[in-house]
């Protein structure tokens, strides 16, 4: 929730359905998914509503791993959409928030206890699903 000219809105994700995903990523395991789990599909962009332009409530189940599966959910996401040089491509939600050094598995702890153990990760090539453009570290 955002607070504009002392007005409130809210930030919303679209999703799409089945139908409405690009063909180059359409697959008979999305369909049985779309039909079985009433699965959609999240994208990356947000826009900002009036509350009162809310139609109804639905409960969407959050594939992300930190999401319990709720007990009853109209829909369900598990991939997000986000576009890539042009064209759209699909990831699991569950690195939509994260950066790639939360999700590399990487050894905890040096071979010599003695030794300096430092850690890097370095992006130089590009960095596909736009995570440091989204986020501030402080």
Known sequence: ???????RWLRIQPTRNFNELPNTVKSKERYQRSMNDNELWLEETRI?????NVICQINVWVK???????????????EI?????????????????????????LPQSP???NMKHLKFFIDLYYDDFGAFNRRIIN
């Open 111 to 113: 071979p010599d206890q």
């Open 81 to 105: 959409i986000y576009i890539l040089n042009g064209r759209q491509k699909l990831r699991q939600v569950s690195l939509q928030r994260k950066l790639p050094v939360e999700y590399v598995n």
């Open 1 to 7: 929730m955002d607070e504009i000219s002392s007005e």
């Open 48 to 52: 900002i509503i009036k509350p009162q």
């Open 64 to 78: 992300d791993g930190d999401t319990p599966r709720l007990l009853a959910f109209d829909f369900s996401i598990q």
